[in-house]
């Protein structure tokens, strides 16, 4: 059968088989015998198990969860010293003379403050709820003064500002529509390293541009945050793309796209994205009180290598460390102690001191959760009961600057603060942009806005929300108290 076997193959790689065909009835006939041989060969060869049977299709999934994404263009003032996120920098000495030229006879823009300069950016967003509530990035929309968002039906609305978070770089827009397309949120915790998902966006102002990866790690701390688990995919993302959606196969958003690591300012592979469990939480408090109230611990942390593990009695390094307790904090109420290793907050492991931040920060106010940690050497267990971190709530007021309510700043008031400024209510105005409808009111840096169109004013998030439903081009009245002293101001709302 083998000596026959090859025969067959010599035969029909001969040079010769015209000659040798009149013996054989058709030269198919060693075609066809080659066939069986392949076939015989085939048949007694292990098949492997592949991981790539079947490819992913996106074409759908872009055709009908598209309609949901949205271009946020945005124009700001910023420092001439400043450096711009959005645009290139450029060399001055490296300029052709003729932009030399270009840039030198550009007129002074009026209205601006001294050493600002105009600017444009863009960025990304998708639709949260059919009455106009749209998802972005802070840092799309930071010193902004003008945002529109646009569909991918040519739809384009102007853009306000309901709240934004720095902590989480999550902001929440408001345009004036009905019947927006709505992406379906999904669910983040669900998600598993080697999923296939994928991103739309506006990469570099080019529209609704649709890229896909894989998630290549979840939980990732990054350096600059410490309160959000970040994705990491190794979706093409570039500048432009923040604040867009990050979808499973279900066209669920699982997703916002924020940071991208890269040495040369544009993609290689390493992207990074807020998970849509984090956001949707974030959102819910901005839409309801114009600020995040995060959980509080009170603790300093660190991580814990192999020779510290062995001398805390841990079989391998894992864990939160404690090296600090601040006194009269949640931890210190509960009795953990410097030298405490936390290997667990309320039913999640921690395996390195980053995971611990994040699950503090979603803790709702006044919770009570059990701690898991090791304390010489032995195991035990005490509850903590959670309580807000003013503080952060302090340095995220401190931020406002670049979220100005009719150009200026809003900040709230706490109850120490109000006795001091002899008020009840109202919120502290800080900067006032040159030129803003609040700056032609009179309204000044320092001054106590505590009523808006004969309503009291009792946070931010409910002053944004009166001057949304305000008609436009109206004239309301604003009551201020500026030191000590009440005045009424006539505040137009711009048309």
């Known amino acids: 059968m083998i000596r026959r076997t090859k025969a067959t193959w010599k035969l029909c790689s001969s040079s010769h088989i015209a000659a040798r065909s009149a013996r054989m009835k058709t030269p198919f006939r060693c075609i066809k015998l080659s066939l069986l041989l392949l076939a015989g060969v085939l048949s007694l060869t292990p098949v492997t198990k592949t991981y790539a049977i079947d490819l992913p299709d996106f074409e759908g999934l872009v055709r009908d969860q598209g309609r949901g994404v949205v271009k946020v263009t945005v124009s700001a003032t910023q420092s001439a010293a400043s450096e711009s996120d959005n645009l290139p920098n450029f060399n001055e ?19 601006l403050p001294p050493g600002a300069v105009p600017s444009a950016g863009f960025g990304s967003g998708f639709v949260l709820s ?6 972005t990035n802070t840092h799309v929309v930071r010193n902004a003064t003008a945002i529109s968002v646009g569909l991918p039906d040519g739809r384009e609305f102007d853009a306000e500002i309901v709240g934004s978070d720095d902590r989480t770089d999550v902001a929440v827009l408001k345009v004036e529509a009905n019947d927006l397309p709505v992406l379906e949120l999904g669910d983040s915790d669900k998600l598993k390293v080697g999923q296939w998902v994928l991103a739309i966006g506006s990469p570099f102002g080019f529209e609704y541009t649709a890229t896909q990866g894989i998630v ?10 410490n309160y959000v688990p970040f994705i990491q995919t190794d979706v093409a993302v570039n500048p432009g793309n923040s604040g867009g959606p990050l979808f499973d196969l279900d066209g669920k958003v699982v997703g916002v796209n924020s940071q991208i690591f890269s040495r040369s300012g544009g993609y290689m592979g390493l992207s990074f994205a807020i998970p849509i469990n984090v956001v949707r939480s974030v959102a819910t408090q901005l839409r309801e009180q114009g600020y995040v109230s995060r959980g509080w611990l009170g603790v300093v942390i660190q991580d814990i290598n192999r020779s510290l593990a062995e001398s805390f009695g841990l079989d391998r390094p894992a864990g939160a460390l404690i090296a600090q307790v601040t006194e009269g904090s949640p931890a210190a109420d509960a009795g953990l102690i410097v030298g405490d290793v936390v290997v667990a907050f309320n039913g999640n492991s921690i395996a390195q001191s980053s995971d611990l931040p994040p699950l503090v920060g979603n803790t709702p106010v006044g919770e009570v959760v059990s701690v898991e940690l090791i304390r010489n050497k032995e195991r035990m267990s005490l509850d903590i009961t959670i309580r ?12 406002k600057d670049g979220e100005p309510v009719l150009g200026m700043t809003a900040i709230p008031l706490d109850d120490e603060q109000k006795a001091a400024l002899r008020v009840e209510n109202g919120v502290l105005i800080g900067e006032v942009k040159d030129n803003s409808p609040a700056a032609l009111a009179g309204i000044s840096k320092g001054d106590v806005l505590v009523s808006f169109d004969q309503v009291s004013v009792v946070s931010v998030g ?34």
């Open 216 to 225: 290549s790690a979840l939980s990732r701390s990054l350096p600059s945050e």
């Open 93 to 111: 000495e490296e300029l052709p003379e003729f932009f030399k030229r270009f840039f030198d006879d550009l007129p002074e823009s009026p209205g």
């Open 130 to 135: 059919e009455d106009g509530y749209v998802i």
């Open 462 to 495: 409910q002053l944004r929300k009166l001057v949304r439903e305000a008609d436009k081009g109206s004239s309301v009245a604003v009551l201020i108290h500026r030191k000590q002293k009440p005045v009424f101001t006539a505040l137009i709302i711009p048309g």
């Open 388 to 399: 807000e971190l003013v503080e952060e709530r302090s340095s995220e007021v401190s931020r």
